[in-house]
């Protein structure tokens, strides 16, 4: 319950920063992702609120005792993080092509979750929606390439 609740602050957090940089961007572009924003954070703060009164149940059950934290999906969660702290900061470095299908292609490979084929699929969807939603549909200027 507590990793439910580190994972809905970050939601929040993350949410927040959406909000932060939207604000930046002309009134129409700014409205898709605000308000993005501001479900993800109500849905952060319904699982929060969900996970406390969860605990408080089960406060005097010593049976149910949570279990002690799998370290290795800890490591993850952490890595899954870094990653995505270090997309949001190369991507007007490397350009939007190059950070998406490499930050993509991570932990893809690392985890394989899916096979080389549904890994290469999903990576070229996923960049080419993106670039359609927000190159081509909302007109937003977005560093693509490296800027050496």
């Not at 996923?126 to 937003?140: E, Q, R, S, Y």
């Amino acid at each position: 319950m507590i990793g439910q609740i580190c994972v809905a602050l970050a939601a929040i957090a993350l949410a927040g920063f959406f909000w932060t940089e939207a604000s930046t961007y002309p009134e129409t572009a700014a409205q898709l992702p605000q308000l993005l924003a501001v479900v993800v954070a109500l849905l952060a703060i319904a699982a929060i609120v969900q996970a406390s009164v969860a605990r408080l149940r089960l406060r005097g059950d010593v049976a149910a005792a949570e279990p002690s934290p799998e370290w290795r999906d800890l490591a993850v969660a952490a890595g899954f993080l870094g990653l995505i702290v270090l997309y949001g900061w190369s991507i007007t470095r490397i350009g939007y092509l190059v950070a998406t299908p490499l930050f993509l292609l991570i932990p893809l490979i690392v985890l394989r979750p899916v096979g080389l084929v549904a890994t290469l699929a999903t990576i070229v969807s996923v960049t080419a929606v993106i670039f359609g939603v927000f190159v081509w549909f909302l007109n937003l200027s977005i560093p693509l390439y490296p800027a050496f």
